[in-house]
Nanobody, 125 residues
């Protein structure tokens, strides 16, 4: 079972940048699709970005494309989310997640098998 631990959240101002990290407990994580999701108070968990294992392709939510970058370092069992030009409406708990490839829609939280505990990102306007 893969354990995921996020870090890097914090309080920033609108327009600032932040990099989130996700540490995986085992090297087999490199065989999983790895994604980032976020959940604001009172809202559903929403897709942010994913990096697929098979092709190494990245997919982003329309709202973050061009500002956020997802990456992974398999040698370190790490995944990252670089977030630039942050907006106040992006205040949320950010989660990293992992799933076996081919498990359905990449942007659906229900298709992911493993989740971290989340890290709070607060963007002040």
């Amino acid at each position: 079972q893969v354990q995921l631990v996020e870090s890097g959240g914090g309080l920033v101002q609108a327009g600032d940048s932040l990099r989130l990290s996700c540490a995986a407990s085992e090297r087999t994580f490199m065989r999983y699709d790895m994604g980032w999701f976020r959940q604001a108070p009172g809202k559903d968990r929403e897709f942010v970005a994913v990096l697929t294992w098979a092709s190494g392709r990245t997919y982003y939510a329309d709202s973050v494309r061009g500002r956020f970058t997802i990456s992974r370092d398999n040698a370190k069992n790490m995944m990252y989310l670089q977030m630039n030009s942050l907006k106040s409406e992006e205040t949320a708990v950010y989660y990293c997640a992992a799933r076996s490839p081919g498990g359905g829609s990449l942007d659906s939280p229900g298709t992911y098998d493993y989740w971290g505990q989340g890290t709070q990102v607060t963007v002040s306007s």
